[in-house]
């Protein structure tokens, strides 16, 4: 056995692997080129009084076997003992064991900074085992001290909540079957008052769409851990002789430099795990615009509409199958009505493409409803039966017994209708214990399939808006919806914690109609086009109804979308800490650091008269920057803007981003775009 030490992107993990159990000496900031020998040797702590008679070090799988009085890795079986370790290109693989159980732990450092760890539960015995829970623990410092996570409703999804860490576990748990839209999504503890870019902070992330735990703790026995795994019920996982249980990925982060530094390693390790073809079409969604008014002369005006202002894929939403006409049936009938659509959707279709736009369908394969021809066929696929109520009236449906009627009829759909994109929706929990695991798996196992079978096939995940945004279905989507609500003053702050772990590229973000649907709340047009501008651009809004005016807007709008996406969908995202809250500005900059879009928002009243200034993160403090103001003027009031908006201005970085530029006098609920470019 022997000591690793994995580096990468200012980055150390060092495991100890020399005793009975593998201890995870340090992860956190690069410790650069050491003598790995004689700094575990000086690392062995004291041993204090009232405690077990050795030095207490934290293993990599920590129990009370070990003297560990907190929350274990693994509750069931004996002490394991450490039979083996590996590694090689920054991964280190351990096993151990203890006569009836095998842990395989694998430990991987990216070359971005990303650390991924998981163990694999594997039954030696000659009985069956339950698995009782099997989790992901990760060493935090004492500095560590503030929690950041978050919580959420439908159409608020990713609210952040803050508080200190102090003895004792803050764990949050999420039985939805799906993450839910008050899934934790990340867990970050750092220096208290961490912040975008200040603040050392350490991030974990389950990569895992089912039901799961995520928490932190600190012991008064001095250590503090991240931990997460699969929140598994009583005998949901149960291994015969000779089987595996494998944990989701735990996706852990160290940054130096705030939540920036978190996405600075999880954007591009994410792009390049799961890259998207680029550029990212713009989309027109028909379900604001119609609802269930399904009519092809309606639908066709629409399409007319969206090519007129640049839209390059027309999504047609929920009511195209038999019968549905609502959302109180027919999921599962996976047919077009032939009562509404006579010839198919090859007319549509047609129209679509002959206006140069990519088609795109929306489905919902994981449900069932009641009054359904599925339901009446197959009882039996219910999952749950008929017990517990339904949500929005409708059932889950079992996606392991229904995987070959669902596979066929989706390959059906894409065999016979040229689509190149399917909204993949989930509108409703789960509510059924002990099935989450096997559903999750099942899912995966249908998704990967259809991305076999169509490769061309684009999929976003939809439940019921941004309930199922996470790194476990990631690899096999290609866009997630990121909410429900279209209202841009909800949008700015689930798009601002969403991106701190997804790229905005794979974030769908689309212009609604004036007065959103959801809220109710009236935004300006420029407002709402600032907010959807930055992520996977769209339009969830009835074009024809639309003024010539806002048509000309919206038009511009697409054009300088589309100029500006090569930086937007590769570039880095960037805030401010700004001291003002209801002023916020966020940014993304080439990764050369030669072009930078920000965007000055109010979501609130602005505490001053006079706001702070506009101090622009991420640019390079040598190089000199031309900043102008893009798009549709935001609403002010002022007697006099400031003089340096007329024309721009030439500045070096440096004076950008210590000192800033005065800020003109947004009234709450608007936005200014800025363009900093080489002059």
Request: with cysteine.
């Amino acid at each position: 056995m022997t000591l690793f030490h994995l580096r990468a992107a200012g980055t150390s993990l060092v495991l100890d692997a020399r005793g009975v159990a593998p201890l995870i000496l340090h992860w956190g900031a690069d410790l650069g080129d050491l003598d790995v020998t004689a700094w575990a040797d000086a690392t062995v702590p004291a041993v204090p009084p009232s405690s077990i008679d050795v030095p207490l070090r934290l293993s990599l799988l920590p129990s009370l076997f070990e003297g560990w009085s907190g929350r274990p890795a693994l509750t069931a079986g004996g002490p394991l003992r450490l039979v083996a370790a590996d590694e090689r290109n920054r991964a280190i693989s351990v096993r151990s064991e203890n006569g009836t159980t095998e842990v395989l732990s694998e430990l991987k450092l990216s070359s971005e900074g990303v650390l991924r760890v998981r163990h694999s539960l594997t039954n030696r015995g000659d009985a069956d085992l339950a698995v009782p829970g099997l989790d992901v623990l990760l060493p935090i410092p004492a500095e560590a001290a503030e929690l950041l996570d978050f919580t959420g409703l439908w159409c608020h999804e990713r609210q952040p909540q803050r508080l200190p860490l102090r003895h004792g576990v803050w764990s949050r748990e999420s039985r939805h079957g799906r993450p839910g839209h008050d899934d934790a999504f990340l867990m970050v503890a750092g220096e208290p008052g961490f912040g975008f870019g200040s603040g050392r902070v350490w991030a974990a992330h389950l990569a895992w769409s089912g039901d799961k735990r995520i928490w932190a703790e600190r012991s008064a026995l001095g250590y503090g851990v991240l931990g997460a795994g699969e929140l598994l019920a009583p005998g949901e996982v149960s291994l015969r002789p000779g089987e595996t249980y494998e944990t989701p990925w735990l996706i852990a982060v160290h940054s130096e430099t705030g939540l920036d530094g978190v996405s600075d390693r999880l954007h591009p390790w994410i792009r390049r795990m799961s890259p998207l073809r680029l550029p990212r079409p713009v989309v027109l969604n028909t379900w604001e615009a119609v609802y269930f008014d399904h009519d092809l002369s309606i639908l066709s005006h629409l399409v007319d509409g969206a090519a007129e202002v640049g839209v390059e894929r027309f999504v047609l939403d929920d009511g195209w199958f038999t019968g549905r006409r609502d959302d109180k049936r027919a999921l599962g009938d996976w047919f077009v009505d032939t009562e509404v659509w006579p010839d198919g959707l090859h007319p549509l279709i047609s129209r679509v493409h002959e206006r140069g736009m990519e088609f795109g369908l929306w489905v919902e394969p994981e449900m069932i409803s009641p009054a359904s021809a599925l339901a009446a066929a197959h009882p039996d696929w219910i999952l749950g039966g008929e017990t517990g109520p339904t949500w929005r009236w409708q059932r889950v449906l079992d996606v392991e017994k229904a995987h070959d009627y669902l596979l066929e009829r989706l390959t059906a759909l894409l065999t016979e209708y040229p689509i190149a994109f399917l909204k993949w929706d989930h509108n409703r929990d789960l509510l059924t214990p002990g099935d989450a695991h096997r559903q999750t798996r099942a899912l995966y196992r249908l998704l990967a399939a259809l991305k076999t079978a169509f490769p061309h096939v684009e999929i976003e995940s939809c439940a019921s808006g941004g309930a199922r945004i996470d790194l476990g279905i990631l690899p096999l989507v290609d866009r997630f919806w990121t909410s429900d609500t279209n209202d841009p003053l909800d949008r700015q702050s689930i798009q601002r914690w969403t991106g701190v772990v997804i790229p905005p590229e794979y974030l769908g973000g689309h212009l609604g109609d004036g007065v959103a649907h959801v809220t109710g709340r009236a935004s300006a047009l420029g407002f709402r086009l600032a907010t959807a501008l930055f992520g996977s651009a769209g339009i969830e809004w009835n074009l024809t109804k639309a003024s010539a005016a806002e048509k000309v807007d919206i038009a511009a709008w697409i054009t300088e979308h589309k100029r500006l996406r090569p930086l937007l969908h590769t570039g880095r995202v960037v805030h401010a800490d700004t001291p003002d809250p209801a002023q916020q500005l966020h940014g993304v900059v080439a990764q050369d650091r030669s072009h930078a879009v920000f965007a000055l928002v109010t979501v609130g009243t602005p505490a001053a008269a006079l706001p702070p200034p506009i101090r622009f993160p991420g640019l390079d403090p040598d190089r000199l920057y031309t900043v102008r103001a893009i798009g549709v003027p935001p609403r002010v009031m002022q007697d006099a803007p400031p003089p340096w908006l007329a024309n721009g201005v030439t500045l070096p970085g440096r004076v950008l981003t210590t000192a800033g530029l005065p800020a003109p006098l947004l009234v709450p609920d608007q936005a200014l775009l800025l363009e900093l470019t080489q002059p």
